[in-house]
Antibody
């Protein structure tokens, strides 16, 4: 059974940093691209970042480029999102999602349960 | 344009057929995938590719594309289909992932 378990969310002040993790199991992690997708309260889905199966290719939405860094540890089957210089508009539930291919992003066949990030003073 | 446009809401009588549409230039190059999201839950993939359903998705869900418009059709809508539905594709210029704004389906 494929499982994606996100963690690391919480309350952080504007300008602060947070690191999200997504622990996976039930599939060959190193064979598939992964993404982070967020959803602000009461709003729609917004793609944030993607990483290839090997970790050699990454991509970011313009809204987070230069502030967020996606990475993965294929030995630990875990995906990460380092978020720096956080803003109020980054407040959202962050979902990790498994892609159907290695790269480039195709479609997301499994999603984690989401972890809430709140940016507020 | 690098956007996917969906209508905000649609309703359907129990057992009837409903179509949810998604428009965008990227759909001329890439198929849309469709996700169902119930309140407080993670999205679930319901349609991908030309018209494929993941294991466990009922066959009342189907997908199609014509020009720059992708459609999700639910034939014989059930109460449990009441949810938000999102289309998804890729920007043909930047390869960035795109999501539509979502359509709220109400089953009457």
């Amino acid at each position: 059974e494929v499982q994606l378990v996100g963690s690391g969310g919480g309350l952080v002040q504007p300008g602060g940093s947070l690191r999200l993790s997504c622990a996976t199991s039930g599939f060959t992690f190193s064979s598939y691209g992964m993404s982070w997708v967020r959803q602000a309260p009461g709003k729609g889905l917004e793609w944030v970042s993607a990483i290839s199966a090997s970790g050699g290719s990454t991509d970011y939405a313009d809204s987070v480029k230069g502030r967020f860094t996606i990475s993965r540890d294929n030995s630990k089957n875990t995906l990460y999102l380092q978020m720096n210089n956080l803003r109020a508009e980054d407040t959202a539930v962050y979902f990790c999602a498994k892609d159907s291919v290695a790269w480039p992003p195709n479609f997301f066949d499994y999603w984690g349960q989401g972890t809430l990030v709140t940016v507020s003073s | 344009s690098s956007e996917l446009t969906q209508g905000p809401a649609v309703s359907v009588a129990l057992g009837q057929t409903v179509r949810i549409t998604c428009q965008g230039d990227s759909l001329r190059s890439y198929y849309a995938s469709w996700f169902q999201q119930r309140p407080g839950q993670a999205p679930i993939l319901v349609i991908y590719g030309k018209n494929n359903r993941p294991s466990g998705i009922p066959d009342r869900f189907s997908g199609s594309t014509s020009g720059n418009t992708a459609s999700l059709t639910i034939t014989g809508a059930q109460a449990e289909d009441e949810a938000d539905y999102y289309c998804n594709s890729r920007d043909s210029n930047t390869n960035h992932v795109l999501f539509g704004g979502g359509t709220r389906l109400t089953v009457l």
